[in-house]
């Protein structure tokens, strides 16, 4: 459009950016009904009602319903420095769903740290989220979808797993995997990329497992039952160097994505924690280990405390290399999530989330475990676990309180998604002990080719093997 033309319709114009400013977060298909909201806007004086069509109508009622609902803003930055470049991380914000009470958003953050090439790490990176969303029945309100994430998650990373070793690459991947839902957490992780949480309230929670070998024994009891061996490296006279590994293949986690190499008793089955935590916010911090090699999570909080997310990823990857020194691909994600808006009219709506965020950051955090314990007991909904299961078991992985068809789409594989014609399916609690529920035939179930990888997972497809274990 000319100058001449938009002097002629700076009116119309003004009417429209306003338009646009207000639902710039809250409408993603804004662009493609542009031409509707201008006629809008040039006739709403005189027949509004006439020319704006029942869809655009309903749609910008559910946009506002979710805005009004809306009471929470995600604020991230990432940093890195790369030595071998096999880091790589995933960050989708405020992605729309519609479910069944209107519409939602979430925010997705994903570590991926490779070894032995960074194969396995990109293809988890392009992959893994919608192998998870696919994994989600449809149809579901906005609590049924939270509550069906921690078996979708798990069922996403082992198809993601089984997908990447029919290409038949040697690398492998640690992962973790966060989704915010409204003032949920729901974290997924294999390896040792670690995710910890500091509520504005205070204190620190670990929302990741750490699958190294050296400090997990009960990833030690798993794997040298299902056939592998765990030992350190032998340089030869008995003198034995370095962390303890798993053999063959010599790999220091016990769970990863990828590492076809290895064995199958390096599982792909992730542990998951789910929190709720208050509506005064919090701050996440996702590293990979050359972080938390060189720092422990209290000098991670510590050391970014009072700055801003922007400010923070960049200043803890500079105190981890201070500390130790470039070794290892170093990679921090941050995270606040804050309110919306917070009076008091004392300082400006926009800078207030940051203004609490800040008070609460800067207030003393005590470490002692018996004072943690009682400011839980004092404040009991500061940070509320909703869901915590690290088992390398998909029959109870897949167990579930609510109805199937909530948690997992009926006449479907519960990890691959291909369609079971009845009958065919095979119960994940196949071969399960028995404990009287639930029973072999109930479902959800697998299909033949994911019943294979779960034998495989637990050492039941390598029997000559698994008489040598330790069981």
């Given at each position: 459009m ?8 700076q009116?119309?114009h003004q009417?429209?950016h ?9 409408h993603?298909?804004q ?7 201008q006629n809008?806007?040039?006739?709403q004086n ?5 020319t704006?069509p029942l869809?655009?109508?309903?749609k ?15 604020v991230?930055s990432q940093?890195?420095?790369?030595k071998k ?5 995933l960050?989708k914000t405020?992605r ?12 997705v953050?994903g570590?991926f740290d ?7 790490a990109v ?7 919608n192998n998870v969303?696919s994994?989600?029945p449809?149809?579901?309100?906005r609590?049924?979808w939270v509550?069906?994430l921690p078996?979708?998650l798990?069922?996403?990373f ?8 029919q290409k038949a ?8 995997f966060?989704?915010?839902?409204g ?6 992780s294999v390896g040792?990329?670690r995710?910890?949480l500091e509520?504005s309230?205070g204190g620190?929670?670990?929302l990741?497992?750490?699958h190294?070998l050296?400090?997990?024994e009960e990833?030690?009891?798993r794997?040298?039952?299902s ?12 003198a034995?160097v370095g962390p303890l ?6 790999l ?6 990828g590492?076809?190499?290895?064995g199958?008793f390096?599982?792909p089955?992730?542990?998951?924690k789910q929190?709720k935590?208050?509506?005064?916010g919090g701050?996440?911090?996702?590293c990979s280990?050359g972080v938390?090699d060189?720092l ?5 909080l ?6 801003s ?6 200043h803890?990857v500079?105190?981890s290399?201070q500390?130790k020194g470039?070794r290892?691909?170093t990679?921090?994600i941050?995270?606040?999530i804050?309110p919306q808006?917070?009076?008091p009219t004392?300082a ?7 203004k609490g965020?800040l008070?609460a950051?800067?207030?003393k955090?005590?470490s002692e475990?018996?004072?943690y314990i ?5 404040e ?8 915590e299961e690290?088992?390398?078991m998909?029959s109870?992985?897949?167990?579930t ?8 789409k009926?006449?479907m ?6 369609e079971i014609?009845?009958g ?6 196949e071969g ?11 479902g959800?179930f ?5 019943q294979?990888?779960k ?10 093997r698994?008489s040598?274990?330790?069981d």
């Open positions: 000319s100058s001449r033309n938009e002097r002629q319709h009116h119309q009417n429209q306003q338009h646009q400013h207000q639902h710039q977060h809250q993603q298909h662009h493609q009904h542009q031409h509707q909201h809008q806007h040039q006739h005189q027949h509004q009602h006439h704006v869809a655009v109508l309903l910008r009622e559910l946009a506002n319903e979710k805005v009004e609902k809306s009471d929470l803003v995600v991230y940093a890195s420095e790369n470049g096999e880091d790589f991380t960050i405020e729309q769903r519609v479910v069944a009470d209107g519409v939602s958003t979430y925010s953050f570590l490779g070894h032995n090439g960074s194969a396995a293809y988890t990176k392009e992959n893994l989220l969303l994994a989600i449809p149809d579901l309100n609590d049924e509550a069906a078996r979708a798990v069922a996403g082992v198809k993601t797993d089984k997908d990447f070793q690459k040697t690398s492998g991947t640690t992962v973790t966060v989704i915010i839902e003032w949920v957490i729901t974290v997924a040792d990329s995710c910890i509520p309230e620190i929670h670990y990741s497992a750490d190294r050296d400090t997990n990833e030690r009891a794997i040298t039952s056939g592998g061996e765990v030992g350190r490296l032998n340089t030869g006279g008995g034995e590994r798993c053999w063959p293949g010599g220091c986690l016990s769970r990863s994505i590492d076809m190499d290895v199958e390096i599982v089955v992730p542990y998951v929190v935590i208050s509506t005064s701050r996440l911090i996702i280990d938390w060189a422990s999570a209290e000098a991670v510590d050391c970014c405390r009072g700055m997310a922007e400010a923070a990823a960049p803890i500079k105190e290399l500390a470039l290892d691909d990679t921090c941050v995270v606040d804050l808006e917070k009076p004392s400006p709506t926009q800078k207030r989330p940051v965020m008070k950051i800067f207030r955090k005590s475990p018996s004072s009682e400011k839980e007991y004092v009991p909904d500061m940070v509320r676990e909703l869901y690290g088992s390398a998909l109870e992985r897949f167990e309180k609510y109805p199937l068809c909530n948690m997992f009926l006449f594989c519960a990890v691959c998604q291909v014609k009845p065919e399916g095979i119960s994940v609690h399960a002990p028995n404990q009287g529920k639930p029973r072999p035939w109930d959800p697998l299909c033949s080719s994911c294979e990888k034998e495989a997972m637990e050492g039941k497809r390598t029997s000559d698994h040598r274990g330790s």
